[in-house]
């Protein structure tokens, strides 16, 4: 689990979980990270379990003791919370160092590397498996950063699946939208650092609704977490002025082309049919 969030370790540990285990952990996702920060007692108050839960439940999700999760908790927080502004430019390179543009895609591939590492690919399989039947609808939406990413997913969804529909993600048109979203339906929402607030209010109804949410985000995981099904974390840290979305496009063409092989009895009707064939 080493360096992985606090919440990325929960996501991995929860079929691990004792049902006291698990009222912890919604209790934290639910009130994230702040109510793990607050004492031992305060916690096990706020999740509706005994203080020594809240210490077996820290030391599962391998941390040594108390102090060193709300360690993790704060850094993660601090990591969280930065500007792009607040990050600010690496300084210039030095002579004999590999030129700019190799040493960053070199970067690049570890990151795809790093990010295979995060994400189970048993959960993976199963969100390509949910997106490749077809009985269900997809809803979709992004945020500032991240819109376009969900736009690409979609415009594939289209070709290979029925019932693939946009969110848009402004609050007045989302809630019409989201008023034929049915129990049991998909949604993949898209959310990076600094958290769009707009996005976590489309996760609450759509969880209200009984959707089932798909996320995609970075590894410090966009609070939407708390309302997700499925969570698939990419590593976007550059250590430089900006976050990385290349390896959410990455992941966005493997879910695409695992979904087609997958449904390729339907993708394949439905391809012949647009390209006239």
């Not at 639910?30 to 210490?55: K, Q």
Request: aromatic share 6%.
């Amino acid at each position: 689990m080493e360096g992985k969030t606090v919440a990325a370790r929960i996501h991995d540990l929860d079929e691990q979980l004792t049902a006291a285990g698990r009222r912890a952990a919604r209790g934290l996702l639910g009130n994230y990270p702040l109510l793990g920060l607050a004492p031992v007692a305060e916690f096990a108050a706020g999740a509706g379990v005994s203080a020594a839960t809240i210490v077996r439940f820290v030391a599962q999700l391998g941390f040594k003791s108390y102090p060193d999760f709300q360690r993790a908790l704060r850094e993660e927080l601090e990591e969280r919370s930065k500007s792009p502004l607040q990050r600010g430019a690496t300084p210039p390179g030095h002579a004999g160092e590999a030129p700019y543009l190799s040493a960053f895609l070199a970067q690049s591939a570890r990151r795809m590397e790093e990010t295979a590492a995060l994400i189970s690919p048993g959960e993976f399989e199963t969100v390509c498996r949910r997106l490749a039947e077809t009985k269900r609808a997809c809803y979709l939406a992004g945020g500032r950063f991240t819109d376009f990413l969900a736009g690409y997913l979609e415009a594939h969804l289209r070709l290979i699946r029925p019932g693939t529909r946009r969110l848009d993600g402004r609050p007045a048109t989302s809630a019409d939208q989201l008023i034929d979203v049915k129990p049991g339906d998909l949604a993949i929402l898209f959310d990076v650092r600094r958290y769009d607030p707009a996005m976590l209010d489309i996760a609450h109804t759509l969880s209200r609704r009984k959707a089932h949410i798909v996320l995609i985000t970075d590894e410090w995981l966009s609070p939407i977490a708390r309302h997700a099904r499925y969570c698939l974390p990419c590593r976007t840290e550059t250590g430089r002025t900006w976050d990385a979305n290349a390896v959410l496009l990455g992941l966005v063409e493997a879910i695409i082309a695992r979904v087609t092989e997958l449904g390729w009895e339907t993708a394949s009707e439905r391809i012949g049919a647009l390209e006239g064939e």
